[in-house]
Every structure is written in structure tokens, then in C-alpha cells.
């Protein structure tokens, strides 16, 4: 018998099967298309939602949508936990519900793209 291996805290498979696995966070990406009269309240609403459940956004971008509209498209980058998903949701819905909001969607982002856009 080794001695690593009767020693709780010196490692081994015990001690790897002790600690709980933590899910990863999956980044995400919600797309709004509104006018720019409502762009600082659907961004309001988007701050405090996620601000609120402790999934502040990674970063907020707007810019216009097409030339001669006058409408804004603005980006919501976050990371999530999969079992906390039912939040974008929500919040996805009551964007939904803002009266002159065109268009939201959200959808994954592959990681990479995640990871350089956050640094």
C-alpha cells in the first residue's frame, strides 16, 4: 500500500471523487432589434435583470442596424450555468414585451469566440 494512498488529503481517487463537480457556464448571446427610443430601457431592463440574479453581461453592444432605419441592434454577451437557463429565458420574454422591440433571440456562442471577445 502506498502512503499517498491512506492519507486523506494527500490526493488519490478519494479525494478527487470528494469534491463536487462544478457545471461549467455556457456563453450566450441575446440579439434585440428596437428603435432607438427604447434602446436605453431595454437596456435598463437587461442590466438589472441580470445584475439582480448575479449574471451580470460580459459586455452590452449596440450599433445601427441599417442605414436609413431608425433602429438599433443591440448585443448581450453572458455566461450562464445550463441549470440557470430559465433566467435568459424570462428575460428574453419580457424584452419580448417591451411594445416597440422588433425582433430577440438568444442563442450559444462557441467558447473561443466567447473567451476572446471578454478579454
Not at 432607438?36 to 437587461?46: F, G, K, P
Request: hydrophobic share 45%; net charge positive; glycine share 6%.
Amino acid at each position: 500500500m502506498a502512503f499517498a494512498s491512506w492519507i486523506p488529503f494527500a490526493g488519490g481517487r478519494a479525494a478527487a471523487r470528494a469534491l463536487p463537480a462544478v457545471p461549467p457556464a455556457r456563453p450566450y448571446v441575446i440579439t434585440v432589434l428596437c428603435p432607438e427610443s427604447v434602446q436605453d430601457r431595454v437596456e435598463q431592463l437587461v442590466r438589472l435583470t441580470l445584475d439582480d440574479t448575479g449574471l451580470p453581461p460580459a459586455e452590452i453592444a449596440t450599433h445601427n442596424a441599417n442605414a436609413g432605419m431608425d433602429a438599433r441592434l443591440m448585443r448581450v454577451l453572458v455566461s450562464c450555468p445550463v441549470e440557470r437557463r430559465g433566467i435568459l429565458v424570462r428575460l428574453v420574454q419580457e424584452i419580448g414585451l417591451v411594445p416597440p422591440v422588433r425582433s430577440v433571440h438568444w442563442e450559444t456562442v462557441p467558447s473561443a469566440t466567447f473567451a476572446c471577445r471578454c478579454h
